[in-house]
């Protein structure tokens, strides 16, 4: 039986969110806004006393990648990956108790293309909700692999 590894290229520009946010005490009747600062998304929560509290400003971003801990493949048969998207977030200003305000990247969607190798991914787009920090998120593609493959190291762009 004969069998090749297959790396993985992340494509960053896919799955990077960033984020600021400015809180303050909760207190019905809440005013909410969305703003933009240098490029990331900014909320605001005022708590009707007009006053931001240094304390409760929030910044920093997702940092995605993805990971293939089994690059083995098949040849002659539709091959299941299992990968690993990990976040190492960044906390640029702000509380560490807010981090995770931030630093969560939401709503992931994940997308893999063999494009240029002779392989072909069978699994569409699909989405793997929210990445934290904590803990990685895993997904499957299944991968297509001919059987007169040859041998080497083919990328794999999610």
């Not at 992340?10 to 969110?17: C, D, E, M, R, S």
């Not at 400015?22 to 207190?27: D, N």
């Not at 063999?114 to 069978?122: D, F, I, K, L």
């Amino acid at each position: 039986m004969r069998r090749h590894t297959l790396s993985v290229l992340f494509v960053a520009g896919l799955l990077l969110i960033s984020g600021t946010a400015t809180l303050a005490g909760a207190a019905s009747g809440d005013a909410e806004r969305a703003q933009s600062l240098d490029g990331a998304s900014a909320a605001t929560v005022d708590a009707g006393t007009g006053q931001a509290q240094s304390d409760a400003v929030v910044r920093g971003r997702p940092d995605l990648s993805v990971m293939l801990p089994d690059s083995t493949v098949t040849p002659g048969r539709t091959n299941e990956l299992t990968l690993q998207v990990a976040n190492d977030g960044t906390l640029n200003f702000g509380s560490a108790q807010n981090r995770q305000i931030v630093t969560t990247a939401r709503n992931v969607r994940v997308e893999a293309d063999a494009g240029g190798t002779p392989m072909t991914v069978e699994t569409g787009q699909m989405g793997i909700g929210s990445v934290t920090e904590d803990q990685p998120r895993e997904f499957s593609v299944a991968v297509d692999v001919p059987d007169d493959i040859q041998p080497g190291t083919y990328e794999l762009d999610v």
